[in-house]
């Protein structure tokens, strides 16, 4: 039932370590997002891709990696993690083209100690 | 560029009271305009949204008209419940590649007994 699903919900690990989140749509959308949430709720949009194209690539470190195997997936990779990386992570996907509504996931919240 | 400015917050209504948030954008071409809503601990969900000049969207009692001549979006609700206490966010996807989002920094609104 659960449209857009993101793994794992909560992530604690030391500074310097390399982590994934992994993110599935069962919507058949062919377009997939991922987003930064600060602590302030501001949300940052980090990458997008089209069809397993990335298409939105927003300043971020390259530490940063997104890979899409297939339409349906997203993942998200980060190496050598820093503390002003703690944040919530969430996954979004959608039809492509304009107007069309985002379905977010439900979020990984990430801390870096 | 394309931006979006909303009110800032925190928001503290009591129950029963009416509800407004104002959204201001900017935008290159002819956007498609939403409301979204995070409950704590959760996903943003989709609100209502509008594609066109002068359209209403609404959902759950919430209502936004889209006001090309003042460009905004404002939120309005006649009469909020404590349920209603969450983070609204107002974005828009204007022409581009594929379908990105500008969202606003987000409201939080507290609904109190």
């Known amino acids: 039932d659960t449209a857009v699903s993101q793994t794992p919900k909560y992530l604690v690990t030391q500074m310097g370590n390399d982590k994934s989140i992994k993110c599935e749509q069962n919507?058949?959308?062919?377009?997939m997002y991922w987003y930064k949430q600060d602590s302030k709720k501001f949300l940052k949009i980090m990458f997008s891709?089209?069809?397993?194209?990335?298409?939105i690539n927003e300043t971020v470190p390259n530490r940063f990696s997104p890979k899409s195997p297939d339409k349906a997936h997203l993942n998200l990779h980060i190496n050598s993690l820093e503390l002003g990386d703690s944040a919530v992570y969430f996954c979004a996907s959608s039809h492509s083209g304009k107007g069309e509504t985002q379905y977010f996931g439900p979020g990984t919240r990430l801390l870096v100690l | 560029g394309n931006s979006v400015t909303q009110m800032e917050g925190p928001v503290t209504l009591s129950e029963e009271a009416f509800l407004t948030i104002n959204c201001t954008y900017t935008a290159t071409g002819y956007p498609s305009l939403f409301w979204y809503v995070q409950y704590p601990g959760e996903g943003l969900q989709l609100l209502l949204k509008a594609t066109k000049a002068d359209d209403k969207g609404s959902n759950k009692g919430f209502e936004a008209t889209y006001r090309k001549e003042t460009t905004s979006f404002h939120l309005e609700k006649g009469s909020v419940q404590v349920s209603d206490s969450a983070v609204y966010f107002c974005?828009?996807?204007?022409?581009?590649?594929?379908?990105?989002?500008?969202f606003g920094t987000g409201t939080s609104l507290t609904v109190i007994p």
């Open positions: 919507l058949g959308h062919d377009t």
């Open positions: 891709y089209n069809n397993k194209e990335l298409i």
């Open positions: 974005a828009l996807s204007d022409r581009g590649t594929g379908n990105q989002f500008y």
